[in-house]
């Protein structure tokens, strides 16, 4: 602001303050009104800056708050994959244990016994008619 | 405002998430030793008592699924089941999958093959030893797993 600027804000502030005198009650008291809605709503200046900077979309002047939140949303966004991956993992797991679960079952109840299904020798033999 | 709400859902959720999978892997890891199972599990698993504590949670898992099941099969089932408990307990992991993966394709047999799959195995049995170990010798010709169908038998002279 130079100097002509400033005389020239000084004009404006006196004209302002000798209005401010003449201003009826009822005026008044919505501005006092308006004026203290204005400042319940001011945003705390540490956040203001992290919400200006993410709009922004970030920048080297950013500041640590936005770091500070970023890294948590990448955090957040990280536990939840390891959890999702940790989770199917566990669910993979169970399905194994509920269809080896089945099929043991119906296999040791079968007629024929565990050496049946495991010679190579009874295989070959099937396959070749059985060759004596 | 909105990115103070992103983050607490964020954080939200990564909680929920945390301690849902924390009770979930509670649920799958129980493991639970010889001296903790049931009467009726006990009886079951009889077989399987001397090696139960070192089996791994998975089969545990597995084993008690299948003593819950147990009182629904018939007697000669249930028999053939525990008299079979401990020998497969005992099989390496793969011949355990190698045995599941014949008997599918044995139930993909039609059944009338499937039924005189037995007596096929007692003729086996007859064979002469020396032929057995010959017949084992053989690289499997098909994939292995497979259960081969059994051929048609031979046409019979008439009158026969």
Request: proline share 7%; hydrophobic share 40%.
């Amino acid at each position: 602001m130079n100097h002509r600027e400033a005389e020239f804000a000084r004009k404006i502030a006196r004209h302002l303050d000798h209005a401010a005198a003449d201003i009826r009650p009822g005026t008044l008291y919505r501005l006092k009104q308006a004026r203290a809605a204005a400042m319940a709503n001011l945003v705390p200046a540490s956040s203001a800056t992290g919400e200006l900077a993410a709009a922004d979309g970030g920048s080297v002047s950013d500041g640590p708050s936005y770091f500070r939140s970023a890294a948590v949303r990448w955090l957040g966004v990280a536990l939840l994959v390891a959890v999702a991956g940790f989770g199917y993992q566990q669910w993979r797991s169970m399905q194994q244990v509920y269809e080896f679960e089945d099929l043991d079952l119906h296999l040791l109840a079968s007629d024929l016994p565990i050496d049946a299904y495991l010679d190579r020798g009874f295989q070959n033999w099937l396959r070749n008619g059985f060759e004596r | 405002m909105a990115s103070e709400r992103v983050r607490a859902l964020t954080r939200a959720l990564a909680v929920a998430a945390l301690a849902a999978s924390a009770a979930h892997a509670q649920i799958a890891l129980k493991s639970p030793s010889w001296s903790e199972l049931s009467d009726h599990d006990r009886q079951v698993l009889a077989p399987l008592a001397s090696d139960w504590n070192n089996l791994g949670a998975q089969r545990k898992a597995k084993w008690l699924g299948l003593a819950k099941r147990y009182p629904g099969l018939a007697p000669d089932q249930q028999q053939r089941i525990q008299g079979q408990m401990r020998e497969w307990s005992r099989l390496t992991p793969d011949q355990r999958n190698a045995a599941r993966e014949r008997y599918k394709s044995l139930k993909s047999l039609p059944p009338d093959q499937k039924n005189a799959m037995r007596q096929k195995w007692q003729e086996y049995q007859s064979l002469p030893p020396d032929k057995r170990r010959e017949l084992s010798a053989r690289p499997p010709a098909r994939a292995p797993g497979a259960f081969s169908r059994v051929p048609p038998p031979a046409p019979r002279a008439p009158g026969q």
